[in-house]
Nanobody, 116 residues
Framework: QVQLVESGGGLVQSGGSLRLSCAASGFPFSGYAMTWYRQAPGKERELVAD????????NYAGSVKGRFTISRDNAKNTLYLQMNSLKPDDTAVYYC?????????WGQGTQVIVSS
């Protein structure tokens, strides 16, 4: 079965950096586009960044463009999100996501808290 396990969240000061990871299993990771989403308290879940199966095509939300970098290591079945110049508005639970065979799969999320 599809499993997505995020890690790397934590508490960081404004201007700091974090690197999130998402370990994927149960499906042929290298064949699927992957996405990072986030959900802040009291807000709807929003797309942060996505990446195609090969890793050559990426897309970012305007609020994170230039600060975040999505990448993947298909040999390790792992998705990454490098987050630099973090702001308090980046505080949220971050989720990785894949759509496979018409179904949506989410990880359990990792909490990121950015203090001012």
């Amino acid at each position: 079965q599809v499993q997505l396990v995020e890690s790397g969240g934590g508490l960081v000061q404004s201007g700091g950096s974090l690197r999130l990871s998402c370990a994927a299993s149960g499906f042929p990771f290298s064949g699927y586009a992957m996405t990072w989403y986030r959900q802040a308290p009291g807000k709807e879940r929003e797309l942060v960044a996505d990446i195609n199966s090969s890793g050559y095509i990426t897309n970012y939300a305007g609020s994170v463009k230039g600060r975040f970098t999505i990448s993947r290591d298909n040999a390790k079945n792992t998705l990454y999100l490098q987050m630099n110049s973090l702001k308090p508005d980046d505080t949220a639970v971050y989720y990785c996501y894949v759509r496979r065979s018409g179904s949506d799969f989410w990880g359990q999320g990792t909490q990121v808290i950015v203090s001012s």
